[in-house]
């Protein structure tokens, strides 16, 4: 057998040996290939790069992080503050691989966004539904040396604080076996709040740590790991910035703020408010107040007013909550449904039609004679409260949701209602787990 091995190599013709690790290195290199595009990392950290010194944007590193990093791979899950987070994630892993989730629904906004997205081989995830390929990849990553960001709260925080997670997040943990890191990001949903009209400056800080070992997901229980991921991870911009005394700066400050708060604290009044400049302002009883730079809400006619953000916003949550108690709760709005297109890098029309919920369901029903209806528009789609302990939302506009094939998104056509719609699925859920 030595003596053929030694004929094979002098004769030129490879060895069944070598054959084997050839096929393997062959192997490893197309699946390589499959979760790391060199060009693409260097144009993203370029751009990440960019932004940050745009927006001021600076990294505190724990050593245990900074361990870690030069170990290998690691699962790392962050706040979710902003469209911009991929900027102050990212960079502290140059120089390592480093990949991220990303919402499906990303890939529809902009046809740049699609390309963009596949370019680098992020991990793509259907919102608020099982997406078991998505899982699979992730640990795929994970197995060939590449680290993976997730954002657990499955959406960009609407008021500036961390949103409920899903308990599925402590058994994916505990399921990968891999140390975990944290990411809290503080300041970037003031820089570019995802009600706001603009951008504004006062800069970003973005805090990494060591959460959990590879040993410990093994050995706390998925309630355990659950207890710290939801410690870790909370975090309010609003407590933050006044904490901290920052100041930020920008146009059309309070521009869009009346989508989130979409009720007056002085009447009562829904849908009424609107907003420009700095003011914020109801139509119908004239309450008027300044969203200033420090963060405060200061009312411009002395009527009683919560003076942040988040204060308003629970005010909000609590009327909701005492309407959504009793049996007879409903609300009915007008929508025009869109969902992605044949290419998959952006939206299409597909019915107008009308979006229900009660203390049961999420009802779309599509309007009939809708001449300009998409063939494979649904005629019904309906899904329950519990399977949906939060919704991701442009305040005011639009709410998504996936039935698993397709994703959808219901533009509301006659009142700027989502946020509502949202709130209520969160307080009703929260009740359910109450």
Same mark, same amino acid.
């Given at each position: 057998?030595?003596k053929?091995?030694?004929?094979?190599?002098?004769?030129?013709?490879?060895?069944?040996a070598?054959?084997?690790?050839d096929k393997?290195?062959?192997?490893?290199?197309?699946?390589?290939e499959?979760?790391f595009?060199?060009?693409?990392?260097?144009?993203l950290?370029?751009?990440c790069?960019v932004?940050?010194?745009?927006?001021?944007a600076?990294?505190e590193?724990?050593?245990s992080?900074?361990?870690q990093?030069?170990?290998?791979a690691?699962?790392?899950?962050?706040n979710?503050?902003s469209?911009?987070?991929f900027?102050?994630?990212t960079t502290?892993?140059?120089g390592?691989?480093?990949?991220f989730v990303?919402?499906?629904?990303?890939?529809y906004?902009q046809?740049?966004f699609?390309?963009l997205i596949?370019?680098?081989?992020?991990?793509?995830k259907?919102?608020?539904?099982a997406?078991?390929?998505c899982i699979?990849?992730?640990?795929?990553?994970?197995?060939?040396g590449?680290?993976?960001?997730?954002?657990p709260?499955g959406?960009v925080s609407?008021?500036g604080?961390t949103?409920?997670m899903?308990f599925? @997040? /402590?058994?994916l &943990?505990k399921?990968?076996?891999?140390?975990v890191?944290s990411?809290v990001i503080?300041g970037?949903g *003031? #820089?570019?709040?995802?009600?706001?009209?603009?951008s504004r400056s006062g800069?970003v800080?973005?805090k990494?740590?060591?959460?959990m070992?590879?040993?410990?997901t093994k050995?706390l229980?998925a309630?355990?790991?659950?207890e710290?991921?939801?410690?870790?991870?909370?975090?309010?911009?609003h407590a933050?910035?006044?904490?901290t005394?920052?100041?930020?700066?920008g146009?059309?400050?309070?521009?869009g703020?009346?989508?989130?708060l979409?009720?007056c604290?002085?009447?009562?009044e829904?849908?009424?408010m609107t907003?420009?400049?700095n003011?914020?302002?109801?139509e119908k009883c004239g309450f008027?107040?300044a969203y200033?730079r420090t963060?405060?809400?200061v009312?411009?006619?002395?009527?009683?007013c919560?003076d942040r953000?988040d204060?308003?916003?629970?005010? @909000? /949550?609590r009327? &909701?909550a005492?309407?959504?108690k009793?049996?007879?709760?409903r609300l009915?709005?007008p929508v025009? *449904? #869109?969902m992605?297109?044949?290419?998959?890098?952006?939206y299409?029309y597909g019915?107008?039609?009308t979006?229900t919920?009660?203390r049961?369901k999420?009802?779309f029903?599509?309007?009939?004679?809708?001449?300009?209806r998409c063939e494979?528009?649904p005629d019904?789609?309906e899904?329950?409260?519990?399977?949906?302990?939060?919704?991701?939302t442009?305040p005011g506009?639009?709410?998504d949701l996936?039935?698993g094939?397709?994703?959808y998104r219901?533009?509301?056509?006659e009142?700027r209602?989502s946020?509502?719609f949202a709130?209520?699925?969160?307080v009703?859920?929260a009740?359910?787990?109450g």
């Amino acid at each position: 057998m030595e003596k053929e091995r030694k004929g094979a190599a002098k004769s030129g013709v490879p060895s069944p040996a070598v054959g084997v690790k050839d096929k393997k290195a062959e192997r490893a290199k197309k699946r390589a290939e499959k979760t790391f595009s060199l060009p693409h990392y260097m144009l993203l950290m370029a751009v990440c790069g960019v932004l940050r010194l745009r927006f001021g944007a600076k990294s505190e590193l724990s050593e245990s992080f900074r361990a870690q990093k030069k170990q290998g791979a690691m699962l790392v899950l962050s706040n979710h503050v902003s469209a911009f987070d991929f900027a102050w994630f990212t960079t502290p892993f140059l120089g390592k691989k480093v990949s991220f989730v990303v919402a499906e629904t990303m890939k529809y906004s902009q046809p740049i966004f699609a390309g963009l997205i596949d370019g680098y081989r992020a991990i793509v995830k259907k919102q608020f539904y099982a997406d078991y390929t998505c899982i699979k990849n992730i640990k795929r990553y994970l197995d060939d040396g590449v680290s993976v960001i997730l954002c657990p709260e499955g959406k960009v925080s609407a008021d500036g604080r961390t949103a409920p997670m899903a308990f599925s @997040i /402590a058994k994916l &943990v505990k399921w990968l076996g891999y140390p975990v890191a944290s990411c809290v990001i503080c300041g970037a949903g *003031l #820089t570019r709040p995802k009600w706001a009209h603009s951008s504004r400056s006062g800069g970003v800080v973005c805090k990494m740590d060591m959460m959990m070992t590879a040993d410990e997901t093994k050995s706390l229980s998925a309630g355990e790991i659950m207890e710290r991921i939801d410690r870790t991870l909370a975090h309010n911009e609003h407590a933050w910035q006044e904490e901290t005394g920052r100041v930020y700066r920008g146009k059309k400050y309070a521009e869009g703020l009346s989508d989130l708060l979409y009720r007056c604290p002085a009447c009562g009044e829904k849908f009424r408010m609107t907003s420009a400049g700095n003011a914020i302002m109801c139509e119908k009883c004239g309450f008027a107040a300044a969203y200033t730079r420090t963060g405060k809400i200061v009312s411009a006619n002395g009527a009683d007013c919560p003076d942040r953000i988040d204060r308003w916003y629970d005010l @909000i /949550a609590r009327q &909701v909550a005492e309407e959504v108690k009793r049996e007879d709760f409903r609300l009915s709005e007008p929508v025009r *449904l #869109t969902m992605e297109n044949d290419k998959g890098n952006g939206y299409k029309y597909g019915v107008a039609g009308t979006l229900t919920l009660d203390r049961e369901k999420l009802v779309f029903r599509a309007a009939e004679g809708d001449e300009q209806r998409c063939e494979d528009a649904p005629d019904i789609l309906e899904v329950p409260v519990t399977a949906l302990p939060s919704v991701a939302t442009l305040p005011g506009v639009s709410l998504d949701l996936s039935d698993g094939k397709h994703t959808y998104r219901m533009i509301f056509t006659e009142h700027r209602a989502s946020t509502e719609f949202a709130l209520a699925l969160e307080v009703m859920n929260a009740e359910n787990r109450g």
